[in-house]
């Protein structure tokens, strides 16, 4: 198919392989593609173990070379490419790719000569059909002919790139997909919320069969919000958990299993029920101490309730994990603003909404903070349970694991 380089870039061609219709229709949809099929199973795919040696040249431009390469790297690589072109030749042009171990996948598109093609194709046939000679032999008797100069006009380097969740992955971590299969639920879809849930889409929640990315919010995108919020113009007036499900869902590769919650949650046990991660990104303090009072009166509780929230007038970003000890109400023995430093003003009004004004960047880091923190629910350890980025005059206490504090009102 034809893809662009931009949106007024000229147009090249894509080739695109697939191993079911559902990755091929994705791909489609996503590359906005009417399905125009140019169906062909000509392609060639060789597993090379690739032990040592650097190919002569490279990268071949002829098969010959590429054969050459094959013979000194991978001999029943080289065999099975050989075999494998000789069964497609019912048509001029044919691909073969060549994943080679820790390398790669290569892949080239031949072009016969009609006429070699024809005669290459008359040899592979009359001996797999007389089946006088061993397999073996056949091959060597016909691959002069594969290799011969004038067999093919042209062979091309095709740019590959595979789009496998593995491929999209490994440059996150070294044991890769690992948020998969968390159940994980994010209770507000304001900045902090939806940010955080486009950070956590990216690396892995809600895939894996049985790990879903549940959104909850019951308030609706207003222009207000687009100076700050993760969602485009054309979601306004959408609920805003309902818009995000869909927004992630829409770019992306392949089934991402997302869940709206459109109205503001119940405080009730069983709200957070088979959870892994619950993450509070509402800023409202009340609902973060009712999530850390639920936590410990829950007997299903999720190992991992998670308050990412701007703090000081929004002069501080700051992320807690309560995994059992520490919870929210246990911030309070520190002390993140002095008397001092307080805004004389901090609200404004705007037709009866009242809201403080402070940078976005805040509430984006708040968010990047809660992917870490997530993220680091799957170490064996957790390195900190309480992190803080300060932007303003803020007293800025270093990461660390909070200990319980005798005055908490939630756990004490
Ligand atoms: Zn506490």
Not at 76 to 93: Q, V
């Amino acid at each position: 198919m034809c893809h662009y380089t931009s949106s007024g870039g000229q147009a090249s061609k894509e080739i695109v392989i697939f191993t079911d219709s559902l990755q091929r229709d994705d791909w489609y949809r996503l590359r906005n593609q009417e399905l125009t099929l140019e169906k062909d199973s000509n392609v060639t795919i060789v597993r090379v173990a690739h032990n040592d040696l650097a190919p002569v040249r490279w990268p071949p431009e002829s098969l010959s070379e590429v054969f050459d390469w094959l013979k000194s790297a991978d001999l029943a690589a080289h065999d099975s490419l050989a075999r494998g072109i000789l069964k497609n030749l019912t048509k001029d042009r044919q691909i073969a790719l060549l994943d080679i171990a820790n390398e790669g996948i290569i892949g080239f598109e031949i072009n016969f000569q009609s006429s070699a093609r024809t005669v290459l194709q008359h040899h592979a046939q009359r001996k797999t059909k007389h089946g006088g000679k061993k397999n073996g032999q056949k091959l060597r008797s016909v691959l002069p002919m594969l290799r011969a100069k004038h067999a093919t006009s042209a062979i091309l380097r095709l740019s590959v790139r595979s789009i496998s969740r593995q491929e999209i992955q490994q440059r996150n971590r070294v044991a890769p997909l690992d948020l998969e299969n968390k159940k994980i639920l994010i209770i507000g879809c304001g900045t902090i919320g939806g940010f955080a849930a486009q950070l956590l889409a990216k690396v892995g929640a809600g895939r894996g069969s049985i790990g879903k990315l549940t959104l909850c919010d019951g308030d609706f995108l207003s222009p207000g919000n687009l100076s700050r919020h993760a969602l485009p113009a054309t979601y306004i007036g959408w609920n805003k958990s309902e818009a995000l499900s869909e927004y992630l869902k829409r770019d992306a590769l392949g089934r991402l299993n997302i869940h709206a919650l459109p109205y503001r949650m119940e405080m009730k046990e069983e709200k957070i029920h088979g959870y892994d991660i619950v993450i509070d990104a509402t800023g409202h303090a009340p609902t973060g101490k009712m999530l850390s009072h639920l936590m410990r009166s829950s007997s299903r509780r999720p190992p991992f309730l998670i308050h990412g929230y701007n703090d000081a007038y929004g002069m501080a970003s700051v992320v807690m994990i309560d995994d059992g000890k520490a919870c929210y109400g246990c911030t309070q023995q520190l002390t993140v603003l002095g008397e001092s430093n307080k805004p004389p003003s901090p609200y404004r009004n705007s037709c009866g909404s009242v809201f403080t004004p402070y940078d976005a960047s805040v509430s984006t880091i708040t968010a990047a903070l809660i992917q870490e923190a997530v993220l680091n629910t799957l170490n064996e350890k957790l390195p900190w349970t309480y992190a803080q980025h300060s932007t303003g005059k803020v007293v800025h206490h270093k990461r660390r694991k909070l200990a319980k504090y005798g005055g908490c009102s939630v756990c004490s």
